[in-house]
Structure formats: C-alpha cells, structure tokens
C-alpha cells in the first residue's frame, strides 16, 4: 500500500514535466500549449528511504521491495471546467478517485512559456482551480441530496442526519469553503467518504520554479507559503526542470553530484513524497527476512492486526502476536536474532500501536 495523487493545475505551469520528471518516463507529453495531455497517466515510483538498505544488509535478505507511490497526471483544468470548457468535466472525474491532489503552481516567469490567464500569479491560479473543484462538487452534491431527500422521507433517522450533514455541506461550498475545511464528526466520516468530493481531498502545493530559485524559493512562493499555511496544507518548492535532469542520470552518485552542484541536498520527489506522508497521515514499518526486505505503508496510529491487514487479509483475521523490533535496534544488534539476544525483540497484541520505522514478523492462525 501507497498512495496515489492527482497532479492538477492550468495548463502551462510545468504540470506534466513535473509528472515525467517524477515517474523518470516520458509518458505524459511535456509541451508548450494548453492540453497536451489528453489521457489520464498513471506513473508508479519506488518511495526512496535509507532505512531498506541497511536493514537488508541487517538481515541478509536477497531483495529490496520498496513501498508504491502512484501519480496521476490530470490535462490542465481552466476557468469553466466544472461546465465543460477546455476538457471539463471528463478529467475533473479522474480527481475523485485519488487520495490526495498535488496542485503545481507556476512560480517563475518566463516569456517564451505562456500561461493561460496571460500573467504569472500563483494565488489567483490556486482560487481558479479551487473554485472549479468547489463547483464540480456542488453539482455532485445537488444530485445526492436529491438521492438521499427521497431515501430519508421513509428512512429512520440515521438517513435523515446523513441528509442534514450533507445540506451542510453544501451550504459551506456555497459560502466558498473547501470541504476539507469543515469539521467532519466520526459518525459522518464514511458518509463524507462516500459522496467523493474533490474539495475534501488534503491539498498539496507544489511549487515549480526556475534553477536559480530551487534552493530558497522567491517571492511567489512566499505567498504560496503564506496562503498553505492558512489553509492547513503543505507546499514544497521544486524545479521541473532540474528533476528532468536527474531524471536523466544514471547512477546515484551522478544524482547526488548534480544535487550538490545546484545547491540542493534532495531530489524535489523526496520532498513530495515525504509533504504527502505528512498530509495523509502514513508512515512505514517493515518486514525483513533472507528473501526480502519490505516496506509497508500505514495509517499513522495503525494497530497491529491493521498493519497485518495491508500485508494480507488473513494476517489480521488469524492475527496472534506481532513480533517487534525498533529500526535503530535492528540494525545496531545485525538483525533479528541479534535484537533477540540483546532482549530488542517485544512481543506486542491487538491493541499495540505500531511505530514508524517497525520491523514486524507477524504471528497469526486462520
């Protein structure tokens, strides 16, 4: 288990360059005029982390199976989307189904690159986007109120709070809130879930800028800062065209060379990948054996029969025990029956919350 983004924005910000640079493929074409991507592209990336390599060593496993991250290159969106203009409402579809939307915003400027609303500002882009989503989700929502009127007038009551919450919802969107603003109570949670509203997704700005600013930024991206910090999401700054680059290389060391000769310690993947952990809630434990070393993605405050789950099905329906090993003890004590010597290794039940960074072998009987 990963997690999967849509990358959206106007067309021209270097969304798709971002989303070849990111999957190192040339699948969505990169070009100079709106709506080059005609197709949804889906791009699948090991999730980097250092910890595989030395647990592998640690453990004297034979592979490295690294945890998925899934990006999904959505066609540039304009003012009117939400009623069709440019490519409409075909792609806003795609947005509903993934977990959280990676927002590019162009931050540099640029003669020879046009930009659709004819000027460089990356506010007023995010509220163009922002509001097309909000209008999608209005017209989505409009029809499930009618669904869920009908089922309530001879439902019980637990339908009729379904039909209330929603009516809320909708009245937030119409006063311009994003459903991800709004205080979603636990009972409501799988109600929310279920009516796919884009706006309710986490929101992660990205900021593409050109090489000289990839270091610190600049003033767009200041603003951009400002406005993710009010509205309780995450920015990271990159440059679509350097990660094209790295792209391009071949070894590590070639990477990381050409990171230090711009100034930069990482890879603005890296980057994403850790502000979408962040904003979803994830983290990752692993299980390390001769044949491989894996990691495996869960929700932050997981139990231990739910990490089982993500394993297989049948691990947390037999769930036993989970046998328990810290990172930073694992690879200090050369494994698993080192830990075990040196008493590193816990045996942990049902309600034992996993950590980030667990090597975890799983007892279970089905």
Known sequence: MGFNCGIVGLPNVGKSTTFNALTATAAAQAANFPFCTIEPNVGRVAVPDHRLDLLAEAGKSQNIVPTQLEFVDIAGLVKGASKGEG???????????????????????????????????????SEIIETELMLADLESLERQIDNMSKKAKSGGRELKSQLEFMQKIRDSLNEGNPVRTILIPEDMEKTVRELFLMTSKPMLYVCNVLEGDAEKGNAMTEKVAQMAKEKNAEYVIICAEIESQIAQLGSEEEKKEFLESMGLTEPGLNKIIRAGYKLLGLETYFTVGPKETRAWTIPVGAKAPQAAGVIHTDFERGFIRAEVVAYDDYVACKGEQGAKDQGKLRSEGKEYTVADGDVILFRFNV
């Open 87 to 125: 490519l409409g409402n075909k792609f806003l579809s795609n947005i509903r189904q993934v977990d959280a939307i990676i927002h590019v915003l162009r931050c540099f400027e640029d003669e020879n690159v046009t930009h659709v609303e004819g000027s460089v500002d990356p506010i007023r882009d």
